[in-house]
């Protein structure tokens, strides 16, 4: 499968997959509110040039929640401007632990209202299977 890495550093790789329009973020370690802005910015930009609909979260790596600024932020800037993109299937990879997938059910409720399918899985090729049969 063809990769195209669009930001590798440190604290996240995001690669796109042009075959099946996926990108895909991994978190390596806790981020902070700039690189958090970084990777979704990185993101959104193969979204708005190749017609992407599918976005892979792979998060087990980051151990920092998100702050009320960046979560205002992410709103505006990112989540926003996805949807406008023409964003439609999330796969969420989080920890094993149980009440890490069960904190995502709020969050798969809101985006589900907002006309975006997610699924919250533990194994990363798993999440890429489900996005690219879609």
Known sequence: MKTNILMDTDAATVVYYPEYG???HTIHRGVNDEEVQEILNSGLKAFLENGCHK????DRGNSAGLSQPQFEWGEIHWIQPMIRAGWKFWALVVPDEVSARQ???PVVEMFYERGIRVMVFTDVQRALDWLKNL
């Open 55 to 58: 976005w892979l979260s792979d």
């Open 103 to 105: 904190d995502m059910i």
């Open 22 to 24: 996926i990108v895909h």
